[in-house]
């Protein structure tokens, strides 16, 4: 089982940035689909972003253009980079492997 741990949230201000980070440990990530999820207070978690085995990255429509999802194989670690943002990105961010394993989530709040 690979043991997740995600931080860099907070709260920023309508238009701000931040880079979240998805430590990894227990297992290589790179042999895995990796996501970024969210849940929205009151809301359904939703698939944010994600990087295939061979790097190749997927947005979803609400965040193209304004997020970028990596990967650093050598820290094992999985990042995503959040700009421009907006109330509609508030919520808990999650990382997971796509094997059930989750990391507890991070909370990003947008303030206007």
């Known amino acids: 089982q690979v043991q997740l741990v995600e931080s860099g949230g907070g709260s920023v201000q309508t238009g701000g940035s931040l880079r979240l980070s998805c430590a990894a440990s227990?297992?290589?990530?790179?042999?895995?689909?990796m996501a970024w999820y969210r849940q929205a207070p009151g809301k359904q978690r939703e698939l944010v972003a994600s990087?295939?085995?061979?790097?190749?990255?997927w947005l979803a429509d609400s965040v193209k253009g304004r997020f970028t999802i990596s990967r650093d194989n050598a820290k094992n670690t999985m990042y995503l980079q959040m700009d421009n943002l907006n109330s509609d990105d508030t919520g808990v961010y999650y990382c997971?492997?796509?094997?059930?394993?989750w990391g507890r989530g991070t909370q990003v709040t947008v303030v206007s």
């Open positions: 990087i295939s085995p061979a790097d190749r990255p």
């Open positions: 997971t492997t796509g094997k059930n394993d």
């Open positions: 227990g297992g290589i990530i790179t042999i895995y689909f």
